[in-house]
């Protein structure tokens, strides 16, 4: 996997995925560990991973960087979802360009139909969810269980691993809303 801007090079690990409910729970409804780079390819994994642990979400809450419109209208189609994921900014996607092959025409409509999605009241308020539930899991995980970093090599034993420190998270939720006595 690339380092982050500023550090240049490579390093050897996994890209740490969750699914988390973006109800009162904030419990973690699925999981997988990808050697992806970079998200935009793991949208599918992702609604995959909550439909065997959770079964079938009716809205899929992602960031921009999964965005990926092809993608995810593929994942729209294949699962039967609404996926939610802010277009990013992309200088080549200006409507002034009208010299356009086929494939980014259909890239530009599907972008212009997930902002056109976003913009109404009630995707606008679902997506704020997004922002108080996945981010939070993660820094419980860091923070308040010191998870900072795989120690299992080898992609099965660091997916089990990860397994275990998202059931960790989740025991301690648990733990946190049991009535004290």
Request: hydrophobic residues 40%; positive net charge.
């Amino acid at each position: 996997m690339l380092r982050s801007k500023g550090q240049g090079g490579s390093v050897q690990g996994y890209n740490a995925q969750i699914a988390v409910d973006a109800g009162s729970s904030g419990m973690i409804v699925g999981l997988h560990l990808s050697d992806e780079a970079n998200d935009h390819r793991l949208v599918g994994a992702g609604v995959a991973a909550v439909v065997a642990e959770a079964g079938r979400p009716t809205v899929v809450l992602v960031d921009t960087g999964y965005e990926s419109s092809v993608r995810i209208a593929q994942v729209e189609a294949d699962a039967g979802v609404t996926v939610l994921c802010p277009p990013g900014r992309r200088p080549q996607t200006d409507a002034a360009k009208t010299q356009r092959s086929k494939s980014k025409q259909r890239v530009f409509a599907l972008r212009q139909k997930m902002q056109a999605r976003l913009d109404q009241p009630a995707f606008r308020e679902l997506y704020r969810r997004r922002a108080v539930t996945v981010e939070p899991a993660f820094a419980r995980i860091k923070r308040h269980l010191g998870f900072q970093r795989l120690h299992c090599w080898g992609h099965r034993a660091a997916s089990a691993e990860w397994t275990l420190v998202c059931l960790a998270h989740n025991l301690r939720l648990l733990q946190n809303k049991r009535p004290r006595s």
